[in-house]
Nanobody, 122 residues
Framework: QVPLVESGGGLVQAGGSLSLSCAAS????????MGWFRQAPGKEREFVAA????????NSADAVKGRFTISRDNAKKMVYLQMNSLEPEDTAVYYC???????????????WGQGTQVTVSS
């Protein structure tokens, strides 16, 4: 498998901001669409946002639209998730993933990281 390593998780107060990073290795990073997913305890993993291989198009879930921004740096083989106006409902383990298809929730993501915990307090 291609290793993807997330970082940047932590504890933040509601209304605050946090930036997550995902480092990729073992692949031609620029050829993959990248996505962020999250999973809260007792809930299914859900789509958060995705970005095309070129960075020219993005897609995000309604729950985070207008608050979260996904971006990538192909030269550094990094993908980022800037999270603003965080809410307690955003508390979850956040995962980055890579896909060969379009940056959509329904695309099959072939490679996954181990996740990073984000906790938002009231």
């Amino acid at each position: 498998q291609v290793p993807l390593v997330e970082s940047g998780g932590g504890l933040v107060q509601a209304g605050g901001s946090l930036s997550l990073s995902c480092a990729a290795s073992g692949l031609v990073f620029s050829r993959y669409a990248m996505g962020w997913f999250r999973q809260a305890p007792g809930k299914e993993r859900e789509f958060v946002a995705a970005i095309s291989w070129s960075g020219g198009s993005t897609n995000s879930a309604d729950a985070v639209k207008g608050r979260f921004t996904i971006s990538r740096d192909n030269a550094k083989k990094m993908v980022y998730l800037q999270m603003n106006s965080l809410e307690p409902e955003d508390t979850a383990v956040y995962y980055c993933a890579a896909a060969e298809g379009p940056p959509l929730a329904t695309t099959k993501y072939n490679y996954w990281g181990q996740g990073t915990q984000v906790t938002v307090s009231s």
